[in-house]
Structures are given as structure tokens and as C-alpha cells.
């Protein structure tokens, strides 16, 4: 019947009801939480009297503004690196680790044989087969083993040799490298 009413131009007699927006709300906005510090690794115990404690652990921030407004004072290098070296063949490989021993500048060489690199040369993406040597040094040792590398790589082009701190370790592991090295 409803039906008929509306097309006679009739109004109905049920309430209509309206729709009513809500109102509209004004955005909360939170406050941001403070920068937190996050601890790269537990900070190092002390290896035995000779060897000084590490550096402290890497904090991290949300920008540079913390960064530079938190920045503590430049801590000491530590007293232990390990040097990456890349070796054409085993052979070479092996005449440069044990010259590192020999002379001191290294307590401890790995060889790690058949690792193949991929890298960008003279435009050109090369691919070889490399022996890998991880030395074990005294971080003050750094600058004289690179040279003694270089002068027994032989290579011609440019060596690889990559140094990187060590933050901690077992206490008879680092005593090892200070008792296996020369003094700087």
C-alpha cells in the first residue's frame, strides 16, 4: 500500500527516520617514545691483567640529533683485529701465512681453500676462485702485516686485505694472540 500512496503523490503516514552523522572526532596524537639504547652485545669481560678492557658496546640511535647530542668521548682502539687476506692459490696461501707466523705478526692464520669472488673491475663483473686466510693479530700489528701482504702477495693488482676489530673473546684465546705477536 505504501507503494500506491507514493505514486499518488501521497506522503506516508510512517515516521521517517533521518540519518544523523556522528560528529566528527579530532585525531589523538601520541607522543613519540624517548630513543632507546640498544646493546649490540654484552660488554666484554677483561681478558687477564696485560690485555685493558674493550670497547664499550654500540648504541644505536633513532637520529642524528641523538647521535650527536649523546656522542661520548672516542674510545680506544681495541687491542685485538682480525686481518682478511685473499690468496690467489693455496700455495701462496701458505708461504704468506707462515711469514706472518714466523715474523710475528700474526699469533694465528687460518686458511680457508676454494672461495670463489665476485667483484667489479675495470667495468667488467669478475669471478674467482681465491684461498681465504683469517689472521689473528694485535690491532697496533695492523699496519705492518698489510705491508708485509703486499710486498709477498705478488699479485700485481690491488690485494685484498680487510681489518676488523675484535670486541671480546675467551680470555685463553686472546692471552694465545698476545703471547704469539710481537710487542708494537
Known amino acids: 500500500m505504501r507503494a500506491d500512496a507514493y505514486r499518488a503523490g501521497q506522503q506516508s503516514t510512517q515516521p521517517q ?3 544523523q552523522q556522528p560528529p566528527p572526532q579530532q585525531p589523538q596524537y601520541q607522543q613519540a617514545p624517548p630513543p632507546q639504547t640498544v646493546y649490540a652485545a654484552p660488554a666484554p669481560q677483561p681478558v687477564a691483567q696485560a690485555v685493558p678492557a674493550a670497547a664499550p658496546a654500540a648504541t644505536v640511535y633513532r637520529d642524528e640529533q641523538a647521535l650527536k647530542a649523546s656522542s661520548p668521548a672516542p674510545a680506544a ?3 685485538f683485529s682480525t686481518v682478511t687476506v685473499s690468496s ?3 700455495e701462496k696461501a701458505k708461504e704468506v701465512a707462515s711469514r706472518l707466523v714466523a715474523d710475528k705478526l700474526a699469533a694465528s ?3 680457508i681453500p676454494a672461495v670463489q669472488t665476485v667483484y667489479s673491475w ?3 663483473v669478475r669471478m674467482d676462485d681465491e684461498t681465504l686466510l683469517v689472521c689473528k693479530t694485535r690491532t697496533a700489528l695492523v699496519d705492518e702485516l698489510v705491508k708485509m701482504v703486499e710486498l709477498l702477495s705478488g699479485r700485481g693488482e690491488i690485494p ?11 680470555q685463553e684465546y686472546l ?8 710487542e708494537p
Open 109 to 111: 692464520v687460518s686458511i
Open 122 to 124: 675495470r667495468g667488467e
Open 77 to 79: 682502539a681495541p687491542l
Open 88 to 90: 690467489p692459490t693455496p
Open 175 to 182: 692471552s694465545f694472540i698476545l703471547e704469539g705477536t710481537k
Open 17 to 19: 527516520q533521518q540519518y
Open 160 to 170: 685484498e686485505v680487510v681489518a676488523a676489530h675484535v670486541i671480546g673473546g675467551s
